[in-house]
């Protein structure tokens, strides 16, 4: 799969993306995964490490129409999915389609908005539509929303609700960058800034087309037995409250797909399994109360599942090449 145009062409938007996002290739593939495998994109982390520079990259590497959409406290729903507006001339109402009818949409600092501004973003991202006045709109496709939030300053902010973090497929951060990409940072942006001149890789009609051939990438029978153990036991560990769902399965299972053919393969490995793990479910764990200040975090709940969770023998197999996908029906 090493020269398919499908493993051509995602190698080409991380090398895109990422003259603006240095040193983060682990981090842009994941983005890109998720944007591939038709899901949405929470990006939690401190101010000034590049979220809102790596949505605007994505959507330039991906040729797509971007809107951004800063969330304050008076924000209202309408000013998320438009408003009907009456024409004097005509004597009729029209509808002036908010920032949401984009291909990919930026929601900066999500939770400094009400939880009812928030919930306008629920069947945007579940239906990937918008009922105005009672007409449904669907919206553009490909279709993905990248909202970020920082995890420090939380005074005046509105938490999201476990419904609306269940419609994020994964939950990243990107980090600190180490010290030899921070120094090439400095140069590279003396005299201007590398994302403006990211040229579109593919189109929106191509991403649309990718994302399709992603839920072709094979995923052997004994890997599906891999993300249940894995979710299972998120339901049964002792410091977890509420476990995984049906639906994180799901996305764990499209997540690893994407990541695939993200690392030119046509077939998943235990190990796209394994990466997408704590992005996809982390932010889907509650712990429980009595443990939550003896420094048990969803992710060390999910490295202590992953260390413990055995690889299928047959999946095992996949990761050296011994066992060929060949038998895809």
């Known amino acids: 799969m090493d020269t398919s145009p499908l493993v051509q062409q995602t190698r080409a938007i991380v090398d895109a993306v990422e003259k603006a996002i240095l040193g983060k290739r682990d981090t842009i593939e994941a983005a890109l995964a998720v944007l591939l495998a038709s899901g949405h994109l929470l990006i939690e982390d401190i101010p000034g490490v590049g979220k809102t520079t790596l949505a605007k990259a994505l959507a330039r590497a991906l040729g797509c129409e971007f809107k951004r959409i800063q969330f304050t406290p008076d924000l209202l729903p309408s000013d998320v999915t438009g408003t009907s507006v009456f024409n004097q001339k005509t004597s009729e109402f029209e509808f002036r389609p908010g920032p949401i009818f984009a291909n990919i949409v930026l929601a900066d600092e999500v939770n400094r908005?009400?939880?009812?501004?928030?919930?306008?973003?629920?069947?945007?991202?579940?239906?990937?539509?918008?009922?105005?006045?009672?007409?449904?709109?669907?919206?553009?496709?490909?279709?993905?929303?990248?909202?970020?939030?920082?995890?420090?300053?939380?005074?005046?902010?509105?938490?999201?609700?476990?419904?609306?973090?269940?419609?994020?497929?994964?939950?990243?951060?990107?980090?600190?960058?180490?010290?030899?990409?921070?120094?090439?940072?400095?140069?590279?942006?003396?005299?201007?800034?590398?994302?403006?001149?990211?040229?579109?890789?593919?189109?929106?009609?191509?991403?649309?087309?990718?994302?399709?051939?992603?839920?072709?990438?094979?995923?052997?029978?004994?890997?599906?037995?891999?993300?249940?153990?894995?979710?299972?036991?998120?339901?049964?560990?002792?410091?977890?409250?509420?476990?995984?769902?049906?639906?994180?399965?799901?996305?764990?299972?499209?997540?690893?797909q994407a990541r695939a053919a993200v690392r030119g393969r046509e077939y998943v490995v235990p190990d796209d399994i394994k990466a997408m793990t704590v992005p996809v479910l982390g932010h889907r764990l509650i712990i429980r109360p009595e443990h939550r200040g003896r420094a048990v975090t969803p992710e060390t709940c999910l490295a202590d599942i992953l260390a413990r969770t055995a690889v299928p023998v047959a999946a095992s197999r996949l990761a050296t090449g011994s066992s060929a996908p060949s038998s895809r029906g």
């Open 113 to 256: 908005s009400t939880p009812k501004t928030q919930s306008a973003l629920l069947e945007c991202m579940e239906e990937r539509q918008v009922t105005v006045d009672g007409v449904t709109r669907p919206l553009p496709s490909p279709f993905f929303v990248i909202a970020t939030q920082n995890n420090i300053e939380l005074a005046g902010t509105y938490p999201l609700p476990e419904a609306q973090l269940d419609r994020f497929m994964a939950r990243i951060s990107i980090g600190y960058p180490a010290r030899e990409f921070e120094k090439r940072i400095l140069a590279n942006q003396l005299h201007g800034r590398p994302v403006d001149t990211i040229e579109p890789v593919v189109d929106a009609q191509e991403v649309s087309r990718i994302q399709s051939q992603v839920r072709d990438v094979y995923v052997d029978p004994s890997l599906h037995d891999f993300i249940l153990d894995l979710t299972a036991a998120t339901r049964t560990h002792p410091s977890i409250a509420l476990g995984a769902s049906p639906r994180a399965s799901l996305a764990l299972l499209y997540a690893a």
